[in-house]
């Protein structure tokens, strides 16, 4: 069936420095969307990409979706904090097949 | 506009029991999807609803069922439980489901089967 691999499963940075997690699908994807899910709470909706190749940015988030429409990268520049907790991409062919997560931990 | 609410938050049963979780949608949203979520294993999809109909299905056994309501509102039923069976499910509402729209997540029911 349908899988979407997301590495690494874990991330250790020192605060400042950036983090980059990947996901791969076995199948085209019709659309992709990442989530955060922070500590003891549920998955948070961060962004949809749609297009080929599309690249989006919030503030020091930048998302891109490849030209093959089959993998995904979110990288944090100068993490802070506050973006400790797990994110997870999600794949949609008919439904939403999420990625085991990236678990980001930032050492102040 | 209230999020998606889950009932119970926490539940303890035993092997062999069966147990009803409960989901109620953001207002409007037609299609509910259920997750269970482990930590070795992450999200894994169980079923998704839509206007009363189960649209799609994941890979869990027959112990699994749900169903949706005419207001949306979705139950998910897991019989004969199974030490295995503990986890966090989460239920998910969306406009249309299927992964076209962002989806909401409620806070989770936490299932400990012992």
């Known amino acids: 069936g349908q899988q979407v691999m997301q590495i690494p499963q874990y991330q250790h940075v020192q605060e400042g420095e950036d983090f980059t997690t990947y996901c791969n699908s076995s199948?085209?994807?019709?659309?992709i969307q990442w989530y955060k899910q922070r500590p003891g709470g549920h998955p948070v909706f961060l962004i949809q990409l749609v297009k080929s190749g599309e690249v989006k940015k919030q503030k020091r988030l930048t998302f891109q979706f490849g030209e093959a429409k089959k993998n995904s990268s979110l990288h944090i520049t100068a993490t802070q904090t506050t973006d400790v907790g797990t994110y997870f991409c999600a794949g949609s062919q008919g439904n939403l097949i999420f990625g085991k997560g990236t678990k980001l931990s930032v050492k102040p | 506009k209230a999020g998606v609410t889950q009932t119970p938050r926490y539940l303890i049963k035993t092997r062999g029991q069966q147990v009803t979780l409960s989901c109620s949608p953001i207002?409007?949203?037609?299609?509910v999807s259920w997750y269970q979520q482990t930590p070795g294993q992450g999200l894994q999809f169980l079923f998704e609803y839509f206007s009363e109909t189960q649209r799609n299905k994941g890979n869990f056994p027959g112990r699994f069922s749900g169903r949706q309501f005419s207001n949306s509102r979705s139950e998910m039923n897991v019989s004969t439980l199974e030490l295995g069976d503990s986890a966090l499910y989460l239920c998910?509402?969306?406009?249309?489901?299927?992964?076209?729209?962002?989806?909401?997540f409620g806070q989770g029911t936490r299932l400990t089967v012992v």
């Open positions: 199948t085209t994807l019709s659309n």
């Open positions: 998910a509402s969306s406009l249309d489901g299927q992964g076209h729209t962002e989806a909401f």
């Open positions: 207002s409007g949203h037609r299609s």
